[in-house]
């Protein structure tokens, strides 16, 4: 693949999370409750790796000989979906949705750029110099426009709690442990030889410990009877989204890097956030696209060219 395919590839990788979250709030608004909702989505997702591995003539075995040999934090990409999970949970209603928003992509983004530099999890190394400090400011200043963090800041800013920077930091944290699990997952797919099965892995784990979780918060599986199906397999994509992005990640991090993957995946999950507000899919309120966020999302496109291209 061209290196534009590839940065394409990883655009559209980041299209599929703002779908996957829209479709996750029709169930949540079923289930009432996040996590539960997750487990489904995850569940779905568990389905659809089967039907393909089966539909590949790939094996569910393997020699556990061989998987106790493996580092043991190759295993935590399930434990680490249902960590940014929860913190999702915890920071939402103290920092806002725009807030919190700039919290995990600002980690994601920071988390990508060391990554690059340190040669973490055998990635390629990409020193951080001028271009991309350059690029780093670039695409902070184009994500203040696009979430129009001025509005955020007149509207809500004096409404966040003190402990604001304990919250925005956890939300750093989570940010980087998207990072981390699609590292882990990288290395994880190569050793199994199977980019299919190590998603599987990570979505069943993360889908037993949301159940898991949600049945200690009161909301058992009796809960899930409550879901309706009729008229509404459209809110049931979200595990499909869950795929791509697991395996998106996965895939491409070792070819482009993972600042410049997670830059991408940012710049698409903005955009389509963008035209789902824009033409109210799913039930969302509508929210003309302003040039305001046009322009952000332009900034956004010259800061990855100065990080990737330069």
């Not at 996590?35 to 995850?42: E, R, T």
């Not at 094996?59 to 990409?77: C, G, Q, V």
């Not at 680490?80 to 913190?87: E, F, K, T």
């Not at 980087?176 to 050793?191: D, K, R, V």
Request: net charge positive; charged share 10%; aromatic share 8%.
């Amino acid at each position: 693949m061209t290196l534009l395919m590839l940065m394409l590839a990883a655009l559209l990788t980041g299209t599929a999370t703002p779908w996957q979250t829209a479709v996750n709030a029709r169930i949540r608004l079923q289930l009432n409750s996040a996590l539960l909702a997750s487990f489904v989505n995850c569940a779905v997702g568990v389905c659809l790796l089967l039907l393909l591995m089966l539909l590949r003539g790939e094996s569910f075995y393997r020699d556990l000989n061989e998987l106790s040999a493996l580092p043991w934090w190759y295993f935590i990409s399930g434990p680490l979906g249902a960590a940014i999970l929860l913190i999702a949970l915890v920071i939402l209603p103290r920092l806002g949705l725009v807030g919190s928003t700039i919290a995990t992509m600002s980690g994601m983004l920071l988390s990508g750029v060391l990554f690059d530099h340190f040669a973490l999890f055998h990635l390629a190394e990409h020193r951080f110099d001028l271009p991309r400090a350059a690029g780093l400011l670039l695409i902070f200043l184009g994500l203040m426009l696009t979430l129009q963090v001025h509005t955020y800041l007149k509207h809500y800013g004096s409404k966040v709690q003190k402990g604001a920077v304990l919250w925005f930091a956890l939300g750093l944290i989570s940010g980087s442990c998207m990072t981390t699990q699609g590292a882990i997952n990288s290395l994880f797919a190569q050793e199994l030889h199977s980019m299919l099965y190590c998603a599987l892995f990570s979505m069943a784990v993360t889908a037993l410990l949301c159940l898991a979780l949600a049945a200690c918060s009161g909301r058992g599986p009796a809960t899930l009877k409550k879901l309706q199906f009729k008229g509404r397999l459209c809110e049931y994509s979200g595990g499909l989204m869950g795929v791509i992005n697991i395996c998106g990640n996965a895939l491409l991090m070792p070819l482009i890097g993972a600042g410049t993957l997670m830059t991408l995946i940012i710049a698409g999950q903005l955009l389509c956030s963008m035209l789902l507000d824009h033409f109210g899919v799913l039930g969302l309120k509508r929210r003309p696209v302003t040039l305001t966020r046009l322009a952000g999302l332009v900034i956004i496109a010259a800061g990855i060219c100065c990080i990737k291209l330069i």
